[in-house]
């Protein structure tokens, strides 16, 4: 069993940077990949950018490549994304998720990010 809490959503200005925290608790965390998933207000749940166990190796959808990056602290359980030049199109309630990519098992509850004009 894993528990993921994200912590690091708020209101910030287009344009500005935000990183947000994937914190986990649980046996093996180094193994699973993590990854990051956003859902908008009447829109359906999208993959933003996930990173491997042990290799950290890195996906990223379209829509956030040159902008998101993703790093991991094993030693810390924690998953960061970070999120520089941030658009409107980037607000959602962003999550994290465990397992092997693509399948993900553990979900976390969610953090707010809200990109104003």
């Known amino acids: 069993q894993v528990q993921l809490v994200e912590s690091g959503g708020e209101l910030v200005q287009a344009g500005g940077s935000l990183r947000l925290s994937c914190a986990a608790s649980g046996r093996a965390f180094s193994t699973y990949a993590v990854g990051w998933f956003r859902q908008a207000p009447g829109k359906e749940r999208e993959f933003v950018a996930a990173i491997s166990g042990t290799a950290g190796s890195t996906y990223y959808a379209d829509s956030v490549k040159g902008r998101f990056a993703i790093s991991r602290d094993n030693a810390q359980k924690t998953v960061y994304l970070q999120m520089n030049s941030l658009e409107r199109e980037d607000t959602a309630v962003y999550y994290c998720?465990?397992?092997?990519?693509?399948?993900?098992?553990?979900w976390g509850q969610g953090t707010q990010v809200t990109v104003s004009p």
């Open positions: 998720a465990a397992g092997y990519h693509p399948q993900y098992y553990y």
